[in-house]
């Protein structure tokens, strides 16, 4: 397997050819007033992890390997997301497909994930990160489909990545993207997973949450480190992760701030810390996308 040397043919996706009247609106998103109720288990990433990796099981007794991998080879060459996310003037968003998290509950009723995209992609989203993970993101491979079929800018897998089923479907679905969480994967599954996603084309999105993380992301070669201000394990945030932990990944690699974004002013501490890029979900389903999207470009 070696990655294409060039993209796809764009997508179609115009919106200055299209009405008003026939751009996709915004996802109607309906979002809880509180703090969620639902109970975090003691380790949430292990639970999360396991179902994510059963469900994958459950998924190759109907796709086996060898037919999930011709069909993987079978795509279009995956899109460069480091040239679209790459360091510029202005802080990059990738924007999410999130209609729940464990730590919220619901949080937007998504009956059209690529009607989204394409509002994100108008906004001016660099990117586009799609969950995924059934149980407790409501997301799907169907939703990443969807997605990759009607935007023409680079999208992410965001799932629970620990085996190479996984990183298989992510291609053979059209991501250009995965994401691969420091936490839940020993060194040597983590640099082969690693070594996997770069040889089917795709971009590696490594997330970290503590200096020991971000030191075994950049010991497997990533060229592209998220901080998650979100402890996956317990879900407690700490918005200043980022800051603290920035001047330990290099300048050449590109640095992904995630979580605990809600306002333009939490775009803009995260870009005055050293953000190339902010990783924004929750902020986006539970408002008009468009607007909240100029409003974090704007910082």
């Known amino acids: 397997m070696s990655p294409g040397s060039s993209g796809p043919p764009p997508r179609s996706c115009s919106p200055a050819s299209s009405s008003a009247g026939s751009w996709p609106r915004p996802a109607t998103a309906r979002h809880r007033s509180t703090e969620a109720t639902e109970s975090v288990p003691a380790n949430l990433l292990a639970e999360l992890l396991a179902g994510s990796l059963a469900d994958a099981d459950t998924r190759r007794g109907e796709r086996p390997f060898a037919a999930l991998e011709a069909d993987a080879l079978a795509q279009a060459p995956a899109l460069d997301a480091l040239h679209a996310l790459a360091p510029s003037d202005r802080v990059k968003i990738i924007a999410e497909v999130k209609r729940a998290s464990p730590s919220r509950g619901p949080l937007a009723e998504i009956t059209d994930p690529a009607a989204l995209a394409v ?3 108008f906004g001016g989203a660099s990117a586009i990160s799609v969950l995924t993970e059934g149980r407790r993101f409501l997301g799907s491979l169907e939703d990443l489909e969807q997605v990759r079929a009607s935007v023409s800018i680079p999208v992410l897998r965001k799932d ?7 990183v298989l479907e992510a291609r053979a679905a059209g991501a250009d993207l995965v994401l691969l969480i420091v936490a839940a994967l020993d060194q040597a599954t983590l640099g082969s997973l690693h070594r996997l996603v770069l040889e089917l084309g795709m971009t590696p999105l490594v997330e970290t949450h503590s200096a020991d993380e971000v030191d075994r992301a950049l010991d497997v070669g990533a060229n592209l480190v998220g901080v ?3 402890d996956l ?3 407690e945030l700490d918005q200043n992760l980022f800051a603290s932990l920035a001047d330990r ?3 050449g690699v590109v640095r992904v701030a995630e979580s605990a974004v809600k306002t333009a002013a939490d775009v803009a501490h995260y870009r005055a810390a050293g953000a190339d890029v902010v990783l924004v979900g929750e902020a986006l389903v539970t408002s008009d996308p468009i607007l909240t999207l100029n409003e974090f470009l704007a910082v």
């Open 249 to 251: 990944i290099p300048s």
């Open 119 to 121: 509002s994100y992609e």
């Open 233 to 235: 394990s317990t879900f």
């Open 160 to 166: 629970f990545i620990g085996t190479a089923y996984q």
């Open 228 to 230: 998650n201000a979100r």
